[in-house]
């Protein structure tokens, strides 16, 4: 396909430098520079490659302003690792990369006309959804705040909760066929802020998803008067609206090669703040944390953080059953969380709220006062109903987040993205 803007060429020594030219003059595209990425086999002296080239991608970029990258390299100089590293630098300046069988286009997000902060996930189940309730709940009673979230489940059409719903409106939602545990539920029902619920189907690489109703939710949410707006994504997919800023949440639990490689480098250099949740085990986030950092842009602050449940009832000196979705490494330490903080008496800690048969199977052996509950997955429809079924209380849990360790405080620098005072 023909290309009539800028493009740059990546080029390596593996090939005798003559083919390269020869490829780059065949290009349908005005190939303006190139970078050379390594290998020196087949290079003997000065290579001529009929085009200047770059020291490399900053250079080419300062130099030549591409509009499209053509990659002709391949291994071993580019491995798929290397390439989809080098596919993140060049997504991350708004251009697309391509090469022989692929290409890679940068998620390009509706514009939006209010102060506004998108809070993006490296995958599922890493605690981006409790980041957004928590910068919620720190920023409402400073700011009128309106929070869009889509969601696998959310609503065809966008819905705005202006009313913090209840268990009970939860409940009745689920038995009329309804998924009760959306993302703006949960943040609505945990935060109390107004909330507008969309929807989204598929995720690429990148970010982009093939539909999605979230521009028709920007658009009420500019309705409903806020002085700031909050667009929570989904898994890793990017909401499809351009914010100010960014908040990057990576699993402190995700492998490094995952959590900071492939295109979540790309997610990463997106951001204003990186947030590695799920920090328990030092073993495990501190690798996640040196890989986000070696690929954050300079100044980009990376923190491990933890979530610690918040019941939003009292539940002190009462026998307490919690649901989440935390794995059993961590069930000890947020059963101590809810003892010391919150005088609850722990009987059962299940992190099986994604698992609906291992729920069924767990739950008729269960005895407990009250049913204290992450708003996921099955939280309403399998676990409310058994726990109302059988005379208990259900409460919902909210998630605060909390530094691992040192440097400046975590309300302050989210409150710094927030810009107030400013």
């Known amino acids: 396909m023909s290309f009539a803007g800028r493009a740059l060429a990546i080029v390596d020594g593996e090939h005798y430098p003559p083919v390269v030219k020869d490829a780059i003059a065949e290009l349908p595209h005005d190939v303006v520079g190139a970078v050379l990425v390594g290998g020196t086999e087949k290079l003997r002296g000065d290579a001529d490659y009929g085009v200047p080239l770059a020291a490399d991608l900053d ?230 944390v040196e890989a986000a950092r070696a690929v954050a842009r300079p100044g980009v602050e990376v923190v491990p953080t933890v979530l610690r449940p918040r019941p939003l009832k009292d539940v002190s000196g009462r026998s307490v059953a919690y649901f989440c979705t935390a794995p059993p490494t961590a069930h000890a330490v947020l059963a101590e969380h809810l003892r010391r903080e919150h005088g609850a008496r722990i009987v059962h800690v299940s992190g099986n709220l994604a698992d609906r048969s291992a729920l069924a199977r767990e739950l008729p052996g269960i005895e407990a006062e009250v049913y204290l509950v992450e708003l996921k997955a099955a939280a309403i429809d399998v676990v409310a109903e058994h726990a109302l079924h059988r005379g208990g209380e259900v409460v919902l849990a909210a998630n605060d987040v909390f530094l691992v360790s040192g440097g400046r405080g975590l309300d302050e620098l989210l409150v710094e993205m927030a810009r107030i005072g400013q």
Request: glycine share 10%.
């Open 59 to 288: 250079d080419a970029f300062e130099r030549f302003r591409p509009e499209l990258v053509v990659d002709l390299s391949d291994e071993p100089v580019l491995g798929p690792v290397e390439r989809l590293r080098l596919a993140s630098s060049v997504l991350a300046r708004g251009v697309p990369y391509v090469g022989a069988d692929f290409r890679f286009d940068p998620p390009v997000g509706a514009p939006f006309p209010l102060p506004s902060i998108a809070v993006l996930g490296t995958g599922k189940r890493v605690g981006k959804t409790a980041v957004t309730g928590y910068l919620a709940r720190l920023l409402s009673p400073r700011i009128r705040l309106v929070v869009v979230a889509m969601g696998r489940g959310g609503p065809s059409e966008p819905e705005p909760i202006t009313v913090q719903p209840t268990v009970e409106a939860l409940v009745e939602l689920s038995r009329s066929g309804r998924h009760a545990a959306s993302d703006h539920l949960e943040t609505a029902a945990l935060t109390g802020v107004t909330t507008v619920g969309c929807r989204r189907c598929g995720g690429g690489l990148a970010g982009s998803v093939f539909a999605s109703n979230v521009e028709e939710g920007a658009r009420l949410a500019i309705e409903l008067d806020p002085e700031l707006v909050v667009f929570d994504g989904s898994g890793a997919a990017l909401p499809p609206v351009a914010t100010d800023r960014r908040i990057v949440v990576v699993g402190g639990t995700q492998r490094p090669e995952v959590a900071a490689g492939y295109l979540n480098a790309y997610r990463i250099l997106l951001a204003d703040l990186v947030l590695v949740t799920l920090a328990e085990e030092r073993s495990a986030w501190e690798p996640v």
